[in-house]
């Protein structure tokens, strides 16, 4: 079965309070094709304080069980070759740690399968700054055949079956570019030109929704803590 084109879109948000990687390839990272103006109410993008970030993040990995699965997300920074620009990489893992192996579950992912399934967001605090912004990552797709999936069903690449006891993992990227384009033309007074990369911090949250027919998948919202992501030399 065919797949519906990838599209990324970037949603500028505020403090949403969400607490919150198959595998990296060296070649660009898909584009936001939509970027939210400035809300009119600065305070509605501001990220939580510095301090809170750092109270409920320990470090660039985060792990949580939530019933029968195990979700762990780890935060790393690759150049690629191609374009000697960083990306931030979200490493994943899912385990199935309940009494009825395999594990079906609706795979992660930023750039394909069910739209607004998987979310990405970045707090941006620039440097000698308490608090910064908050920038949403996810796939979407206004011309999803949602009713058509549903009764003919999905590619099962969009589904993760792995025996149970065993991780499924994969990565997502999000360009560092991009994120430095949505932060200084949307507010240039905290992030101008020439400024030092900001402090970063992600959470990664998956609803996995969908149940894939005789798959019988697992359904349940996925929420892991803040991962800080290693400071970067440049951007």
């Not at 879109?9 to 919150?20: D, E, M, P, Q, S």
Request: aromatic share 8%; proline share 9%; hydrophobic share 35%.
């Amino acid at each position: 079965m065919a797949r519906t084109a990838a599209s990324l879109v970037v949603v500028v948000l505020g403090g949403l309070g969400l607490l919150f990687a198959g595998p990296p390839l060296d070649v660009d990272t898909p584009k936001p094709v939509a970027v939210a103006p400035p809300p009119r109410d600065a305070d509605e993008t501001r990220s939580f304080t510095r301090a809170a970030l750092e109270a409920r993040t320990e470090g660039t990995k985060s792990e949580g069980d939530f019933g029968v699965i195990t979700w762990r997300v780890e935060a790393g920074v690759r150049r690629l070759a191609s374009t000697k620009k960083d990306v931030i990489e979200l490493h994943w893992g899912i385990r199935y740690n309940g009494p009825r192996p395999p594990l079906h579950v609706q795979r992660p992912s930023l750039t394909s399968g069910w739209p607004e399934s998987t979310v990405a967001l970045v707090s941006a605090i620039p440097q000698g700054k308490e608090r910064g912004r908050d920038v949403k990552f996810m796939y979407t797709d206004d011309k999803f055949p949602y009713a058509r999936h549903r009764a003919e069903g999905s590619p099962i690449e969009w589904y993760i079956l792995e025996k149970g006891g065993e991780w499924a993992t994969g990565t997502e990227t999000i360009s560092v570019t991009e994120l430095k384009g949505i932060l200084q033309s949307g507010y240039p007074g905290e992030f101008p030109p020439g400024c030092p990369p900001p402090s970063l911090y992600v959470s990664l949250l998956h609803h996995a929704t969908q149940r894939g027919g005789e798959l019988d998948c697992w359904t349940g919202d996925l929420i892991a803590d803040s991962v800080s992501v290693p400071e970067l030399s440049d951007w």
